[in-house]
């Protein structure tokens, strides 16, 4: 964290010592700047090909279909596709995209990476693109979202 004042200082020494009280100060303090930082990394999520990312998702997961099942069932292709639509309606294509390349870079790098973690360990699009390597459809894992 930048430290611009005597007061952040102090908020910063607070914070490392595990006092909530200055963690609920510096996030009211600094949210505006978070939140277009993160808005701006989310919306520039860069794309070799002239495609939207929700394009460039689904054909990861069509891909991943072929993949990780060969012939994929009409169950697996249904859950696909309504997984997609859940995902593009609520705003998470980006996010999704960022997860996927936080993971393969760690995979890449031999760094351990866990199943994942809540509903998103049932996401059928995330076992496609290689966000995590638990079948959803083989243990019968819900998508909520």
Same mark, same amino acid.
């Given at each position: 964290?930048?430290?611009? !004042?005597?007061?952040?200082?102090?908020?910063?020494?607070?914070? $490392?010592?595990?006092?909530?009280?200055?963690?609920? !100060?510096?996030?009211?303090?600094?949210?505006?700047?978070?939140?277009?930082?993160?808005?701006?990394?989310?919306?520039?999520?860069?794309?070799?090909?002239?495609? !939207?990312?929700?394009?460039?998702?689904?054909?990861?997961?069509?891909?991943?279909?072929?993949?990780?099942?060969?012939?994929? !069932?009409?169950?697996?292709?249904?859950?696909?596709?309504?997984?997609?639509?859940?995902?593009?309606?609520?705003?998470?294509?980006?996010?999704?995209?960022?997860?996927?390349?936080?993971?393969?870079?760690?995979?890449?790098?031999?760094?351990?990476?866990?199943?994942?973690?809540?509903?998103?360990?049932?996401?059928?699009?995330?076992?496609?693109?290689?966000?995590?390597?638990?079948?959803? $459809?083989?243990?019968?894992?819900?998508?909520?979202?």
């Amino acid at each position: 964290m930048k430290q611009n !004042s005597e007061l952040d200082k102090k908020l910063y020494i607070k914070f $490392m010592n595990g006092d909530e009280e200055s963690f609920n !100060s510096i996030v009211v303090k600094y949210r505006s700047t978070l939140v277009s930082f993160v808005y701006k990394i989310i919306n520039d999520f860069d794309i070799a090909e002239d495609i !939207s990312h929700y394009d460039y998702l689904k054909r990861m997961c069509n891909d991943g279909l072929k993949r990780r099942y060969g012939t994929p !069932s009409d169950e697996a292709i249904e859950r696909l596709n309504y997984e997609l639509d859940v995902i593009e309606k609520m705003g998470y294509v980006t996010y999704y995209l960022i997860v996927y390349d936080f993971i393969r870079f760690a995979k890449e790098n031999n760094i351990p990476v866990g199943p994942g973690r809540g509903s998103g360990a049932g996401s059928l699009v995330a076992f496609l693109v290689g966000i995590t390597d638990v079948d959803p $459809m083989k243990f019968d894992l819900l998508f909520l979202r």
